[in-house]
C-alpha cells in the first residue's frame, strides 16, 4: 500500500516544470505547487497549519510531511521536492533581486531534492546548515540539483545530481568540493582522540558502494531511496538498478520503489 502511494506521488513529482522566479502569494517566500497525503508547516511561533495546494510558505517554517509528499516553489524558482516522514526549515530567505539576496535552510528529517533557482544563478548565497557542515550549492551557470539524506544519527549527506557544492565543516573552517555525479559522505572520525574526538569528516567519492555502506550503517529509514550506479544522458542524470530506476534532472524526481 505505501509502495503505491510513493509511486504515484514520486510519478506527480515527474510531471513538474522547473521554475524561473515565481508568482507567490503576497507577503510570502513560496508555495505549494503539488501536494499529496498529510503535509504541515510549524511557523517559527509553533503555529501548525495544514497545507493545501497554493498554500503559502513563510521564513521561519518547518515543512513536515505525514505520510504525504509536497513540491515547494520558492520565490526565486528553487524547487523543493520533500519526500514522505520529512522536514525542511526555512531558516532565512530573502529574493528582491539584488546582491544582498540570501537563502538558509535546514534539512531536518529525511530526504529532500534540491533544484535551484535564479538566487543561486545570481551567486547569491545559498546554505543548507546542518549539525556537522554547511553546503552550498555553487553558481555555475548550469543549475545544481542535490538529493540529501538526513540520517537518524543527525548527520547529513547526499548526492551532487548536477552541478557542484562546497561543504565546509563547522569544527575548523576547511571544505571541500563535490561535483556532478559525486556523493558527499559525513562520517564522524573515529580515530580522533581528546578534545577532537567528536569530530566529523566529508569525504567525497564517486563510490556507490562507499555510500551506501554509510547510509546503511546508519540505519537508513525504509522511506528514502538511494541512487544507484549513474550514466549521463543528455542533461538529466539517471541512476538504474534492477529494482529501483531513478531519474533526477531536468525538473524531474521520480522513483520505482524497490519491492
Same mark, same amino acid.
Given at each position: 500500500m505505501k509502495d503505491n502511494f510513493r509511486?504515484?506521488? +514520486?510519478? +506527480?513529482?515527474?510531471?513538474?516544470?522547473?521554475?524561473?522566479s515565481f508568482? #507567490?502569494?503576497?507577503?510570502s517566500i513560496g508555495m505549494v505547487d503539488i501536494i499529496q497525503?498529510?503535509?504541515?508547516?510549524?511557523?517559527?511561533?509553533?503555529?501548525?497549519?495544514? +497545507?493545501?495546494?497554493?498554500?503559502?510558505?513563510?521564513?521561519?517554517?518547518?515543512?513536515?510531511?505525514e505520510n504525504g509528499a509536497v513540491v515547494l516553489v520558492m520565490a526565486d524558482g528553487t524547487q523543493f521536492d520533500i519526500y514522505d516522514n520529512s522536514r525542511l526549515r526555512i531558516n532565512a530567505y530573502q529574493f528582491q533581486e539584488q546582491n544582498s539576496d540570501h537563502?538558509?535552510?535546514?534539512?531536518?528529517?529525511?530526504?529532500?531534492?534540491?533544484?535551484?533557482?535564479?538566487?543561486?544563478?545570481?551567486?547569491?548565497? #545559498?546554505?543548507?546548515?546542518?549539525?556537522?557542515q554547511v553546503i552550498k550549492p555553487q553558481a555555475t551557470g548550469l543549475g545544481t540539483e542535490i538529493r540529501f539524506y538526513s540520517l537518524p544519527d543527525g548527520t547529513v549527506t547526499g548526492y551532487v545530481a548536477a552541478g557542484k557544492v562546497e561543504v565546509e565543516r563547522n569544527n575548523d573552517g576547511g571544505s571541500v568540493?563535490?561535483?556532478?555525479?559525486?556523493?558527499?559522505?559525513?562520517?564522524?572520525?573515529?580515530?580522533?582522540q581528546g578534545e577532537n574526538e567528536n569530530e566529523y569528516v566529508t569525504t567525497v567519492t564517486q563510490d556507490q558502494n562507499a555510500f551506501v555502506s554509510q547510509?546503511?550503517?546508519?540505519?537508513?529509514?525504509?522511506?528514502?531511496?538511494?541512487?544507484?550506479?549513474?550514466?549521463? #544522458?543528455?542533461?538529466?542524470?539517471?541512476?538504474?538498478?534492477?529494482?529501483?530506476?531513478?531519474?533526477?534532472?531536468?525538473?524531474?524526481a521520480t522513483t520505482a520503489s524497490p519491492q
Amino acid at each position: 500500500m505505501k509502495d503505491n502511494f510513493r509511486r504515484t506521488i +514520486l510519478l +506527480l513529482f515527474a510531471m513538474l516544470p522547473m521554475h524561473n522566479s515565481f508568482a #507567490v502569494p503576497a507577503n510570502s517566500i513560496g508555495m505549494v505547487d503539488i501536494i499529496q497525503g498529510e503535509v504541515y508547516a510549524i511557523s517559527a511561533t509553533g503555529e501548525r497549519r495544514q +497545507l493545501s495546494s497554493n498554500a503559502p510558505i513563510y521564513v521561519g517554517d518547518s515543512i513536515e510531511t505525514e505520510n504525504g509528499a509536497v513540491v515547494l516553489v520558492m520565490a526565486d524558482g528553487t524547487q523543493f521536492d520533500i519526500y514522505d516522514n520529512s522536514r525542511l526549515r526555512i531558516n532565512a530567505y530573502q529574493f528582491q533581486e539584488q546582491n544582498s539576496d540570501h537563502a538558509e535552510y535546514t534539512i531536518e528529517n529525511g530526504q529532500v531534492d534540491y533544484f535551484s533557482g535564479d538566487m543561486e544563478q545570481r551567486d547569491n548565497e #545559498v546554505a543548507f546548515i546542518t549539525p556537522h557542515q554547511v553546503i552550498k550549492p555553487q553558481a555555475t551557470g548550469l543549475g545544481t540539483e542535490i538529493r540529501f539524506y538526513s540520517l537518524p544519527d543527525g548527520t547529513v549527506t547526499g548526492y551532487v545530481a548536477a552541478g557542484k557544492v562546497e561543504v565546509e565543516r563547522n569544527n575548523d573552517g576547511g571544505s571541500v568540493s563535490a561535483n556532478e555525479g559525486q556523493f558527499f559522505i559525513v562520517e564522524q572520525n573515529t580515530t580522533a582522540q581528546g578534545e577532537n574526538e567528536n569530530e566529523y569528516v566529508t569525504t567525497v567519492t564517486q563510490d556507490q558502494n562507499a555510500f551506501v555502506s554509510q547510509i546503511q550503517s546508519t540505519s537508513l529509514p525504509s522511506n528514502m531511496t538511494m541512487p544507484q550506479g549513474t550514466t549521463q #544522458v543528455s542533461n538529466t542524470t539517471q541512476q538504474e538498478d534492477e529494482n529501483t530506476n531513478v531519474i533526477i534532472g531536468g525538473g524531474l524526481a521520480t522513483t520505482a520503489s524497490p519491492q
